[in-house]
């Protein structure tokens, strides 16, 4: 199944082009409305999902590193052992190593990740994330729904 990397690749280069974009777009903390619930507003984030550590003081930054490499490894070699019946959990690692791969790509050279995605509800705002965290969402309800359903479905 490690053929299926073609679609990390493709969540790496999605995830950087728009940082890029963003980046020559956008002042920090710039806000475009979309719709009345969605922005887009250029940010910055040295910790983990909803700033988890951001405020560390630096070492974070290398523990993040060296968990994203480990991780994307891990789940690399994973992959690799497969077999084709398990597409939904093929697909839900491909996502993931993208992801996580593309915001590691942020890490090393910028030292914090971008994140431009913003939900809100009148003034309740939703942690803003980028392609790379959506891909990593979207990658771990696949295994999770695969965890739960699937099993049985192969039993069958």
């Known amino acids: 199944m490690l053929r299926l990397l073609w679609l990390s690749a493709l969540v790496v280069v999605a995830d950087q082009i728009s940082k890029f974009w963003i980046m020559a777009h956008f002042e920090d903390y710039e806000v475009l409305t979309i719709w ?3 922005n887009l507003t250029l940010v910055y984030n040295t910790g983990a999902a909803f700033s988890f550590l951001s405020d560390a003081g630096g070492w974070q930054r ?3 590193i060296a968990i994203g490499i480990v991780v994307s490894a891990v789940m690399a070699l994973w992959l690799g052992q497969l077999h084709r019946e398990e597409r939904l959990t093929a697909y839900g690692l491909a996502l993931v190593i993208g992801g996580a791969i593309g915001n590691l790509i942020d890490r090393i ?5 971008v994140d431009f995605l ?3 509800w009148q003034e309740w705002y939703w942690p803003s994330f980028n392609l790379a965290d959506s891909a990593i ?6 295994l999770l729904i695969d965890g739960l359903f699937g099993q049985r479905r192969r039993k069958d």
């Open 137 to 142: 969402t979207v990658g771990v309800v696949l």
């Open 118 to 120: 913003q939900w809100h």
């Open 36 to 38: 009345p619930v969605f």
């Open 109 to 113: 050279w910028l030292g914090k990740v």
């Open 62 to 64: 290398w523990f993040f």
